[in-house]
């Protein structure tokens, strides 16, 4: 018998047709769906994809047109991924707002998968809008084999899927997704972490971010649950906090910005309240910005039984290429956690002097970019034995372990007065300031060229004037004098930006010069 995970539909294919059709697969505010329903209602839009015309490769060896899924994070938005992977479509997930078609015309789009009429700016034909239509399940075990699509490989290019960046490292691109290094992907996660059906995994990130692959997709190919967050639970930690008590997950994926507004919440919380959210958790993924080693010690103290990881991967990567495991009672001594090793089949390179830039090699790397990427740090290339290899842009350094530890992007290496400032230094030493919980530093533009620290004050810390002092005082020895802050703010939480991540353009927003009033003239 043929291996049913030599291909992204294959694993698929495969996930589905063993899980129990009775479990539960996705559950989220509107209902719940088992994995029969998750299977009908996939196969279903499946065949209606593969059968419409641009469904299958071109004679140019192009691959099939891709299908525009603008649905937002659930179970729908879960199906449609799964029913262009069975029909051998790649998939582009956007926003359910998206207002303009240029991307879509961009690349080819011919189908569109929506939960209501097609958007304005959509002139295809009513025939080439689809919804994932959800039948309620038939008494006892349904035999769906027959129902079921044929597992059909991405063709010609082997393109995947496409993801817009978010453009906060440079110009929006657009990454041509490798259905094989997904593939690869999923096959590592659910082996690594040894994810089943008795697993429950958080789903706080949106379709058109890859962080959601590891929480939905990784879940599929598992037979684990999807528990779906609403917006509203993303909002501070204490809704966090109360979603992880009712669904009780075995597996959280986040970033560090909002584990750190869950921790603001846990560490004010009752133990019977960690215990429900936290009891039955054994594992915490942490990725999408630099993971600060106080912050793991923040979690340690109210959640000290779960395994932690680190990962790391640039969307470009495919998802994600290095981990660190942090088994309980493990120590840290870098001032942040380190992202560890490649997962099977990568390499990763740095220059003999350090910091340097890191450089993955890896036949799993995205195919590059369908658009953008000009005078981006981040690029593809060549290893001199034909490797694909992608320069990610950020600085790294390799612990006294051989564990490899990220410094920071190398475009927040800055040069003021003609010195060279580390801004990823600045923040690290910030941070191990008792009272400071997060720091983000920036290098304001002007002829002044100011560098100026954003944070969060932690615990019982004192505020405003007297945390400014206490941190300006914490820094002195410790960071060069050319690296030392003009100015402090302090702030009761840093802005995110819409995947949870902390918004740099917003903090740089509150240093620009206010007009000034307009005095009336009677």
């Not at 846990?266 to 936290?278: G, K, S, V």
Request: overall charge negative; charged content about 20%.
């Amino acid at each position: 018998m043929a291996e049913p995970t030599e291909s992204l539909s294959g694993l698929v294919e495969a996930a589905l047709a063993t899980a129990d059709p009775a479990r539960l697969a996705v559950t989220e505010p509107a209902g719940s769906w088992t994995y029969g329903e998750l299977d009908r209602a996939s196969a279903e839009l499946a065949a209606a994809l593969a059968a419409a015309p641009g469904g299958e490769p071109a004679a140019d060896g192009a691959g099939p047109a891709p299908v525009a899924v603008l649905l937002p994070r659930g179970a729908a938005a879960v199906a449609a991924m799964l029913a262009c992977v069975r029909a051998g479509r790649p998939f582009l997930p956007l926003p359910p707002d998206t207002s303009s078609a240029a991307l879509p015309e961009l690349l080819g789009v011919r189908d569109l998968v929506t939960a209501g009429p097609p958007p304005a700016w959509w002139t295809g034909p009513a025939s080439r809008v689809h919804q994932v239509r959800r039948e309620d399940p038939p008494a006892g075990r349904e035999d769906l084999s027959a129902a079921r699509p044929a597992a059909r490989a991405a063709a010609g290019d082997g393109t995947g899927y496409f993801l817009a960046t978010s453009g906060t490292t440079g110009a929006p691109k657009v990454v041509r997704g490798s259905a094989a290094g997904l593939a690869h992907y999923l096959r590592w996660q659910r082996e690594e972490l040894a994810l089943g059906p008795g697993d429950v995994l958080s789903n706080s990130a949106d379709p058109w971010f890859d962080f959601s692959f590891k929480e939905t997709l990784a879940a599929v190919v598992s037979g684990a649950t999807v528990a779906v967050l609403t917006d509203r639970e993303l909002l501070g930690g204490a809704h966090l906090l109360s979603w992880a008590a009712e669904h009780r997950p075995t597996m959280v994926c986040l970033l560090p910005s909002r584990l750190a507004a869950l921790l603001g919440a846990a560490e004010q919380a009752p133990a019977e309240l960690l215990d429900a959210a936290f009891g039955r958790l054994r594992l915490l993924l942490v990725s999408g910005e630099v993971f600060p080693t106080p912050l793991l010690a923040r979690w340690r103290a109210v959640c000290p039984h779960a395994t932690v990881l680190n990962l790391y991967g640039p969307t470009e990567s495919t998802v994600i290429k290095l981990r660190h495991t942090v088994p309980p009672g493990a120590a840290v001594d870098t001032p942040t956690v380190p992202v560890g090793t490649p997962i099977p089949g990568t390499e990763a390179l740095l220059d003999a002097e350090e910091p340097a830039e890191l450089t993955l090699v890896s036949e799993q790397l995205a195919l590059g970019y369908a658009s953008g990427g000009q005078g981006s740090a981040t690029r593809f290339g060549t290893h001199p034995d034909g490797r694909p290899l992608l320069h990610t842009g950020d600085l790294a350094r390799r612990t006294p372990d051989g564990a490899i530890e990220i410094v920071g992007r190398s475009d927040h290496v800055v040069k003021r007065h003609g010195v060279k400032v580390s801004l990823p230094d600045l923040e690290a030493q910030a941070r191990t300031c008792p009272s400071v919980g997060s720091a983000v530093a920036l290098l304001l533009p002007g002829e002044r060229e100011r560098i100026v620290l954003c944070c969060t004050p932690y615990g019982a810390a004192a505020e405003g004037p007297a945390l400014r002092r206490l941190l300006r005082e914490h820094l002195l020895g410790r960071v060069p004098a050319a690296a030392m802050p003009d100015a402090v703010r302090v702030l009761p939480e840093l802005p995110l930006d819409p995947r949870g991540k902390v918004d740099r353009r917003a903090l740089a927003a509150l240093f620009e010069p206010r007009p000034e009033p307009v005095a009336a003239h009677g």
